[in-house]
């Protein structure tokens, strides 16, 4: 299965940006649609954005308008841009990988997940 290691996580002021990466190994990139989920305390893990094989982006929760995913194929690597911050963006975010679009939107452990990176935002 593939694997997934995320970064670009940290503390930024509201209003502020951050550029999360997520790289992939182990499995052909381009067969996965990627996704990036978070968990913020005592809360569930959500979908915040997601990309499909092909490229199409879609985006959920709060986050439209003010993140954008990408993916580039050559560097087996998923981003997640986040701007215009909030305090309840504060979470764990995750980049998850799954052949199949649907089964990644529906949050399951079936699909491949990293570790995770931590996103606080201070008011």
């Known amino acids: 299965q593939v694997q997934l290691v995320e970064s670009g996580g940290g503390l930024v002021q509201a209003g502020g940006s951050l550029s999360l990466s997520c790289v992939a190994s182990?499995?052909?990139?381009?067969?996965?649609?990627m996704g990036w989920f978070r968990q913020g305390p005592g809360e569930d893990r959500k979908l915040v954005a997601g990309?499909?094989?092909?490229?199409?982006?879609q985006y959920y929760t709060s986050s439209k308008g003010r993140f954008a995913i990408s993916r580039d194929n050559a560097k087996n690597t998923v981003y997640l841009q986040m701007n215009s911050l909030k305090s309840e963006d504060t979470a764990v975010y995750y980049c998850?990988?799954?052949?199949?679009?649907?089964?990644?939107?529906?949050?399951?452990?079936?699909?491949?997940w990293g570790q995770g990176t931590q996103v606080t935002v201070s008011s």
């Open positions: 998850a990988a799954d052949s199949d679009y649907r089964t990644l939107v529906s949050v399951t452990a079936r699909s491949a």
């Open positions: 182990g499995g052909t990139f381009s067969d996965y649609a």
């Open positions: 990309i499909s094989r092909d490229g199409r982006s």
